[in-house]
């Protein structure tokens, strides 16, 4: 049998990108250098070469708009089912627990990809929904799994005294969670939402096969029409990256919000 | 008699060089997107089947080659040619100007034109223009859907197959679909699922012709192409496939 080490090392790794702390006050970090160049690689291109560039700048926007309200929609969703799915996992009673723990399994087990065809076309055989609604749904029963854990865990981090004290203040259980354990626990799992929000944004570009026109398929919609693949895959991939980077910026302003008032 | 031994090596050389050379013809790699019945699909057993497929491999009999299908997506399957990935596309691809600006075209083997499926329900479309304010579907990147946006008003939806347009058009998410006249008629009236829905409106409002696209410059490819489609016309071969797959 192998000897089992006796330290155990914990690796952490967000979805987002590497944000510049106060500490590292250095001028040229990677987030810095890959969101201004981006931005700047953008007018550099769309001024030296308008054909195609400043054309596909104008043909995509709207995709921009679908992508991001796909975004927001399927994260505010997401928290919703998540934050039940959490809950129901922590549950005493069996038959929830039971239920939210295989909804987490099962989600969790399955590809986005083929997540979103299957709620697609299945809920089309039973329901008419529009398709922006249909993919936000789907991203948002995908995410809300792994939301699920992230509530559970943030949960969970909660010492149990804090629980303890609230009943023996008289509290039922529904007030302790709501007035105590769910407050505090909602600063600790701001941070992991906010990096499923960057990876739900990235992986929003998957229901562009559900023929949602998001920034994705009116790239692809261009390219088909005029060959140019590689200038108009340069683009979406800018676009793509300039707002990781910016939501990403945005989500750590409001993580060091919440750290300065505690 | 040393002098002749010579000769009769050299001549038996000669004839085996000749002999490996025409037991292994040139082999090209086409590509095709098989979701487009009844041109290009997969069938049952997993394999390329089609109009095109039948077609292409009379034309590589009749000029000598040999022909080696990769099923590729639509969707980039013109990068993939530019980038060499293969050496021809035959995927009921319609000659147009601008696809003949950056590719090259063998002579039109087929004449095809584009036609409007919409929901039995519908009692009142005629043409694509009467979808005003609606969503019309067809397959990103082909010659149905520049037909769709010609039309301003009418909402352009693009898949990535046709067939995920048509199954969109049950669940009635979409109005119609504008497709390839007999891949319209083999989702609208020959699947079993979709003939007590959908219907063909009018006739074809285009007049299309397919062509095997090559690489801008690959002339000789496209004299072989071109040869073998002559031979294949001349010989009715087409017309043949026509009846067994285009009914």
């Known amino acids: 049998m192998a000897q089992t080490p006796n330290t155990q090392i914990k690796i952490e790794i967000g979805e987002g990108a590497a944000i510049p702390v106060k500490s590292d006050a250095g001028l040229f970090t990677a987030w810095r250098i890959a969101f201004f160049g981006a931005i700047l690689t953008c007018c550099y291109l769309a001024f030296v070469k308008p054909d195609p560039y400043l054309e596909i700048f104008r043909f995509v926007p709207d995709g921009i708009l679908v992508t991001f309200k796909v975004t927001v929609g399927a994260i505010l969703l997401a928290s919703i089912i998540g934050l039940v799915a959490g809950l129901g996992r922590i549950s005493g009673n069996r038959i929830i627990n039971g239920t939210a723990s295989l909804y987490v399994e099962v989600i969790r087990g399955i590809p986005l990809l083929v997540q979103i065809f299957y709620i697609y076309y299945a809920l089309g055989r039973f329901v008419k929904i529009p398709d922006m609604l249909s993919a936000i749904i789907a991203m948002a029963v995908c995410y809300g799994a792994y939301l699920g854990e992230v509530f559970r865990a943030g949960i969970q981090s909660i010492p149990k005294g804090q629980m303890e004290a609230a009943l023996s203040l008289g509290m039922t259980r529904g007030q302790a969670l709501r007035q105590v354990i769910l407050p505090q626990a909602f600063r600790v799992v701001l941070p992991p939402i906010g990096n499923e929000f960057i990876a739900l944004l990235k992986d929003s570009s998957l229901v562009s096969i559900i023929a949602v026109s998001d920034l994705l398929r009116r790239g692809r919609e261009y390219a088909s029409e005029t060959f140019s693949y590689f200038e108009t895959y340069t683009v979406i991939a800018l676009i793509y990256l300039v707002m990781t980077l910016f939501f990403s910026k945005l989500i750590s302003l409001m993580e060091e919000r919440l750290n300065a008032d505690r | ?247």
Not at chain 2, 169 to 188: K, Q
């Open chain 2, 1 to 247: 008699m040393k002098k002749f031994r010579f000769l009769s090596v050299a001549a038996l050389l000669a004839v085996s060089i000749s002999a490996t050379a025409m037991a292994a013809p040139m082999n090209i790699k086409v590509a095709t997107d098989a979701t487009w019945p009844p041109m290009e699909m997969v069938d049952t057993h997993k394999k390329i089947v089609g109009f095109d497929i039948d077609f292409l491999n009379a034309v590589a009999k009749e000029a000598g080659f040999t022909v080696t299908y990769k099923n590729t997506a639509w969707d980039g399957i013109f990068a993939g040619l530019e980038s060499g990935k293969y050496d021809a596309i035959i995927s009921s691809v319609t000659i147009t100007a601008e696809r003949k600006k950056k590719y090259d075209f063998s002579d039109p083997y087929i004449q095809i034109g584009q036609i409007l499926v919409v929901p039995k329900t519908d009692k009142s479309t005629v043409t694509i223009a009467d979808l005003k304010g609606k969503q019309v579907g067809a397959q990103i990147g082909t010659t149905g859907a520049f037909e769709v946006k010609k039309n301003p008003g009418v909402e352009l939806k693009t898949y990535d197959e046709v067939g995920l347009a048509f199954e969109d058009m049950a669940s009635g998410r979409i109005s119609g679909v504008v497709c390839d006249e007999p891949t319209a008629a083999h989702f609208a009236l020959q699947r079993k699922e979709y003939s007590s829905k959908f219907k063909i409106v009018g006739a074809a409002f285009t007049h299309e012709g397919y062509g095997i696209t090559v690489k801008k410059g690959n002339t000789k490819l496209l004299a072989l192409l071109n040869k073998g489609i002559k031979a294949v016309k001349a010989k009715k071969i087409d017309e043949k496939l026509r009846k067994k797959w285009l009914r």
